[in-house]
């Protein structure tokens, strides 16, 4: 399976920027790549996915609007670029490899995770 490495994480103030790297350790190829966030106390949610084979990207409404999931297949990374951060958008960060079904992202195993702050 492949190999995850996110970064890019850090302390942003509310309404501000990060954007998201996850450094795979293998040609992405056909496979779909995702974003998934667990804050304290609360279930692991999906964020957004991309399906590497046609570009189609996926997102949840809290994310839609405000990030983007893109790819770099010759970098073999995936970008999250989230603007317009909110508090509630605080979480440990993964990214995660898995499949779409109808128009839900699902995921079979993920990285160690980045951690994300806003906060004034």
């Known amino acids: 399976q492949l190999q995850l490495v996110e970064s890019g994480g850090g302390l942003v103030q509310p309404g501000g920027s990060l954007r998201l790297s996850c450094a795979a350790s293998d040609p992405l190829d056909y496979y779909v790549i995702g974003w998934v966030r667990q804050a304290p106390g609360k279930e ?7 399906s590497i084979s046609d570009g189609h990207t996926y997102y949840t409404g809290s994310a839609e ?3 983007t999931i893109s790819a770099d297949n010759a970098k073999n990374t995936v970008y999250l670029q989230m603007s317009g951060l909110r508090p509630e958008d605080t979480a440990v960060y993964h990214c995660a490899v898995g499949g779409v079904y109808g128009s839900t992202c699902l995921y079979d195993y993920w990285g160690q995770g ?3 702050t806003v906060s004034s």
């Not at 692991?44 to 991309?50: A, K, N």
């Open 44 to 50: 692991q949610e999906g964020v957004s996915c991309i």
């Open 65 to 67: 609007g405000r990030f």
């Open 114 to 116: 980045i951690q994300v």
